[in-house]
């Protein structure tokens, strides 16, 4: 049971524009929600979270959107850059509980 | 401050062996946690550890074991390999169980498992 999921395997985004990674959970239970990047051969990478009690949060470039009524949130990057190519990953987690992953999106920022 | 160290980096085992793997948590962090990435299934979650004790198991066979010392590191073991345990093991962790749930982990760069 996929209680986090990315329903996007993939995402190609040109230099410069807005990259939008969406991602969707059943558990209600969930309180604090993160994104973390992975790029090959390395760990993933702490990257933003957000709590239930908050719609929104910024960090730079990343802004993570919560909406809770929807079970449903969104990672944007702007302005996409290169570097930013990896796979991205949401995770939740309820209660002091442990970390539940989606399956990830590659996300591809061309020239 | 060293990060999360994890060894090996790459294995390759035989079907029917077993394997270890070992996992140095940061300095002072209590919490470690083990996770298998294979493509297309995300991070699927195997055991959570914390002061030596199995907090939280994940939905694989019993095949799948772990530990942890006095001292935070972690291992797992996998017994009976078969073809479909070829994935990548990545351990993470954290200063504690709440603080892993609700300000995540830091993770190793993991241990690349083949089974051939």
């Known amino acids: 049971d996929q209680q986090v999921k990315q329903n996007s395997p993939s995402l190609s985004v040109q230099e410069g524009r807005i990259s939008i990674l969406n991602c969707d959970y059943t558990n209600s239970m969930f309180d604090y929600f993160l994104w973390y990047k992975k790029y090959p051969a390395e760990g993933p990478t702490f990257l933003i979270s957000i709590s239930s009690i908050k719609d929104k949060n910024e960090d730079g470039r990343f802004t993570v959107f919560l909406n809770k009524s929807a079970k449903h949130l969104s990672l944007h990057i702007v302005p996409s850059q290169p570097g930013d190519s990896a796979v991205y990953f949401c995770a939740a987690s309820g209660g002091g509980n442990k970390l539940t992953f989606g399956t990830g999106t590659q996300l591809k920022v061309e020239l | 401050k060293a990060g999360v160290t994890q060894t090996p980096r790459y294995l390759i085992k035989t079907r029917g062996q077993q394997v270890t793997l070992s996992c140095s948590p940061i300095?002072?962090?209590?919490?470690v946690s083990w996770y298998q990435q294979t493509p297309g299934q995300g991070l699927q979650f195997l055991f959570e550890?914390?002061?030596?004790?199995?907090?939280n198991k994940g939905n694989f066979p019993g095949r799948f074991s772990g530990r942890q010392f006095s001292n935070s590191r972690s291992e797992m073991n996998v017994s009976t390999l078969e073809l479909g345990d070829s994935a990548l093991y990545l351990c993470?962790?954290?200063?504690?169980?709440?603080?892993?749930?609700?300000?995540?982990?830091?993770f190793g760069s993991g241990t690349r498992l083949t089974v051939v």
């Open positions: 993470a962790s954290s200063l504690g169980p709440v603080e892993a749930a609700n300000y995540g982990y830091t």
């Open positions: 550890y914390f002061s030596e004790t199995q907090r």
């Open positions: 300095s002072g962090h209590r919490s």
